[in-house]
Antibody, heavy 122, light 110 residues
Framework: QVQLVQSGADVKKPGSSVKVSCKAS????????ISWVRQAPGQGLEWMGG????????NYAQKFQGRVTITADESTSTAYMELTSLRSEDTAVYYC???????????????WGQGTVVTVSS | QSALTQPPSVSGSPGQSVTISCTGT?????????VSWYQQPPGTAPKLMIY???NRPSGVPDRFSGSKSGNTASLTISGLQAEDEADYYC??????????FGGGTKLTVL
């Protein structure tokens, strides 16, 4: 049974950066895309971008282009999402999610991490 | 890429059926069968309920069904149960090789 375990909650100052990790266990990592989805308090879900670890080339939502970097380390089965130039509007729960089918960057997300709360406050 | 349009809320009594719509454009819902639906109870991670318009993952009750017509996809929940109360989100693959979510629909079981 594949599980995604994310890093713990974080508090950041405006203008700084945050890096969230997502470690996969119990299954194949390299050929299944991992996406990052965030949810601001009381708001809906928002796709940020994704990556297939074996290929290593990420795809980002236009909104986050230039501010987000998604990477994957096959040796540790861990994906990362780094968001820079943080502002208060980036306060949200950040989820990693794995797609259902291998070698498809964008597909249904059938496995989700537990979420990481990132708070941006001065 | 604008979010897909969902009604903010729907409601129904136990045993009834409810349908949640998800309207996109010819650049997403209308052109691809990669529409998925997620259930999210408060304080929890989303759970996949429907993929590729109408397919149910293992373990999802057959009370949940999906369909699509033109630029609008729909999720129907029949035989409504109290445990179905949650937020529901649709997603679609887009022509820009991205994923777009709907704004979410709060289902209340009366």
């Amino acid at each position: 049974q594949v599980q995604l375990v994310q890093s713990g909650a974080d508090v950041k100052k405006p203008g700084s950066s945050v890096k969230v990790s997502c470690k996969a266990s119990g299954g194949t990592f390299s050929t299944y895309a991992i996406s990052w989805v965030r949810q601001a308090p009381g708001q809906g879900l928002e796709w940020m971008g994704g990556i297939i670890p074996i290929f290593g080339t990420p795809n980002y939502a236009q909104k986050f282009q230039g501010r987000v970097t998604i990477t994957a380390d096959e040796s540790t089965s861990t994906a990362y999402m780094e968001l820079t130039s943080l502002r208060s509007e980036d306060t949200a729960v950040y989820y990693c999610a794995r797609v259902k089918e291998p070698l498809r960057l964008l597909d249904a997300f059938d496995i989700w991490g537990q979420g990481t709360v990132v708070t941006v406050s001065s | 890429q604008s979010a897909l349009t969902q009604p903010p809320s729907v409601s129904g009594s136990p045993g009834q059926s409810v349908t949640i719509s998800c309207t996109g454009t010819s650049s997403d819902v209308g052109s691809y069968n990669r529409v998925s639906w997620y259930q999210q109870p408060p304080g929890t991670a989303p759970k996949l309920m429907i993929y590729e318009v109408s397919n149910r993952p293992s373990g999802v009750p057959d009370r949940f069904s999906g369909s699509k017509s033109g630029n609008t996809a729909s999720l129907t929940i029949s035989g409504l149960q109290a445990e179905d109360e949650a937020d529901y989100y649709c997603t679609s693959y887009t022509s820009s090789s991205t994923v777009v979510f709907g704004g979410g629909t709060k289902l209340t079981v009366l």
